[in-house]
C-alpha cells in the first residue's frame, strides 16, 4: 500500500507562464523515459526479483519516481495555470489546448500519449535490471535536452534536482547488479535465471 | 518566504536526507553509520513535523489541529503556490 504526504519532494515555484517549455517538460510526465513509465516500470519487475536487497530498491525507485511525477506535474500546471489565448498561440500549444485544455495530461512532447510500450518487464534478473540503469540514463538525457531549452531559474532549479535523482538511482541500480551477479556462478552469469529457475544446473 | 513555506521546507531537507540514507541502505543493509545516521535524522523529524502540524494542519494521515473540521481538504495542496492560495480565501 502507499500513504500519501501532502507536500512535494522538492520545492517548485514557478510564476513566469510558458505554455512552450510546459510541453516539453510534460514528456517527462508522459513520455517514453518519463517518471510514469519509470514507476510502473520497477514497481512492476520487484515481484519477481529474487534478492530481498533487489526488492527493497525496486520498491522505494518507483516510489520515489511517483513523487517525481508530482513534481513534473506541478511544474507544467504552474506553467500554464494563467496562460491566455495568445499565450498559447505563441507557445505552439493549440495542438494540445484543444485536447486537454490547461489540463496535465500523460503525454511525450510529441503528444503522442503515454504508452506502457515504452518500458520492459523481461522477468530475468540482470536484463531487468540492466533495463532499469538504461532507463535512468536515458531520463538523465532527457533531462539534459530539456535544460538546453529552460532558462527560466524557477524551472531550471527543480529539473537540475531531477536529473541528480537519475544519476542517484543509476548508482543504487547499479550497485543491486552487483549484490545479484556476487551471489550468482562467476564463470557464466547467465547459465541460470534466478528469477525463474529454481536451483542452478550441475556444472 | 513565510513560516509555514520556510519550516516546510526544513522538514523537506531532513525527508530528504533520511530518503537518501534509505535507498542507499537498501544496497548496504549493514552499514552502522548510516544507519545511526537515520535514526539521529528521524528523531529530529518527529519533533518537527509534529510542530507544523501542530500550527500549519495534516501533513500525513492523523488530524492534529481543531476538532471542528476535517484539516485535510485545507488548501494548500502541493501544487499551489502557498500565497497565491491565501490571498484567494473566501473565493
Do not use: C
Not at chain 1, 78 to 97: A, C, P, S, V, W
Not at chain 1, 151 to 158: C, L, N, S
Amino acid at each position: 500500500m502507499w500513504v500519501y504526504e501532502k507536500k512535494l519532494q522538492y520545492p517548485v515555484r514557478i510564476t513566469n507562464t510558458n505554455p512552450q517549455l510546459a510541453k516539453i517538460i510534460m514528456t517527462q510526465y508522459g513520455g517514453p523515459d518519463g517518471e510514469l513509465g519509470a514507476s510502473v516500470r520497477y514497481l512492476s519487475q520487484r515481484y519477481t526479483m529474487p534478492y530481498a536487497e533487489l526488492k527493497g530498491v525496486l520498491t522505494d525507485i518507483g516510489t520515489e519516481e511517483l513523487a517525481h511525477l508530482e513534481m513534473v506535474g506541478t511544474i507544467v500546471y504552474q506553467l500554464t495555470r494563467n496562460m491566455t489565448e495568445e499565450d498559447i498561440k505563441k507557445g505552439g500549444y493549440m495542438d494540445y489546448f484543444v485536447d486537454h485544455t490547461a489540463g496535465v495530461y500523460p503525454a511525450a512532447a510529441s503528444g503522442t500519449p503515454f504508452s506502457a510500450a515504452a518500458l520492459a518487464v523481461k522477468g530475468d534478473t540482470i536484463t531487468d535490471l540492466t533495463e532499469d540503469m538504461a532507463a535512468e540514463q536515458k531520463a538523465r538525457t532527457t533531462y539534459d535536452n530539456i535544460l538546453r531549452f529552460a532558462d527560466d531559474p524557477d524551472v531550471r532549479d527543480p529539473i537540475k534536482f531531477l536529473r541528480a535523482r537519475e544519476v542517484v538511482h543509476f548508482q543504487r541500480f547499479g550497485e543491486g547488479l552487483r549484490l545479484a551477479t556476487d551471489r550468482l556462478d562467476p564463470k557464466n552469469f547467465y547459465a541460470f535465471n534466478p528469477s525463474f529457475d529454481k536451483k542452478p544446473p550441475k556444472m | 518566504m513565510n513560516e509555514r513555506d520556510s519550516m516546510m521546507r526544513r522538514i523537506k531537507s531532513i525527508d530528504f536526507a533520511m530518503w537518501e540514507l534509505h535507498i542507499f541502505l537498501d544496497t548496504h543493509p549493514n552499514d552502522t553509520e548510516a544507519l545511526a545516521l537515520h535514526e539521529k535524522y528521524s528523531k529530529r523529524r518527529d519533533a518537527l513535523v509534529a510542530e507544523y502540524e501542530q500550527r500549519f494542519g495534516m501533513l500525513g494521515m492523523k488530524n492534529i489541529t481543531g476538532e471542528n473540521r476535517w484539516q485535510w481538504v485545507n488548501d494548500p495542496w502541493p501544487w499551489d503556490i502557498t500565497q497565491e492560495v491565501e490571498n484567494n480565501v473566501g473565493l
